[in-house]
């Protein structure tokens, strides 16, 4: 089975890779060089979060702004290893991916 876009980008950015952005206006996910992270474009393409970032050698991925066809894709396809943390309303404007891991 070939990998979905997604697992593919989630992997390259895991090994280090310049990873291009995909997807439609409304749901892109664009790799910020300045900060390393990936973004994804969410609120009907208005607005930005964090959508992936390393820490200590474990990709964070934000389960929130994930679809369940995501979710369910990254569980059965990403080999790198991964956790899923939630940062939403309130927390997206003081903290980042790394503060809400459990």
Same mark, same amino acid.
């Given at each position: 089975?070939? %990998?979905? #876009?997604?697992?593919?980008?989630?992997?390259? &950015?895991? =090994?280090? %890779? *310049? !990873?291009? /952005? $995909?997807?439609? *206006? #409304?749901? @892109? !996910?664009? /790799? @910020? #060089?300045? +900060?390393? %992270?990936?973004?994804?474009? +969410?609120?009907?393409?208005?607005?930005?979060?964090? &959508?992936?970032?390393?820490?200590?050698?474990?990709?964070? !991925?934000? =389960?929130? $702004?994930?679809? #369940?066809? =995501?979710?369910?894709?990254?569980?059965?396809?990403? %080999?790198?290893?991964? =956790? &899923?943390?939630?940062?939403?309303?309130?927390?997206?404007?003081?903290?980042?991916? *790394? *503060?809400?891991?459990?």
């Amino acid at each position: 089975m070939e %990998k979905s #876009k997604l697992v593919t980008a989630l992997t390259g &950015f895991s =090994e280090g %890779k *310049q !990873i291009k /952005h $995909f997807g439609s *206006q #409304k749901n @892109e !996910i664009r /790799h @910020e #060089k300045v +900060w390393e %992270k990936l973004v994804r474009v +969410w609120n009907d393409g208005r607005g930005l979060i964090s &959508f992936a970032t390393m820490d200590k050698g474990t990709l964070l !991925i934000n =389960e929130p $702004f994930c679809s #369940k066809k =995501e979710i369910a894709d990254i569980k059965a396809n990403l %080999k790198a290893p991964y =956790e &899923f943390v939630s940062l939403c309303y309130p927390d997206y404007y003081t903290k980042g991916l *790394q *503060q809400m891991r459990k």
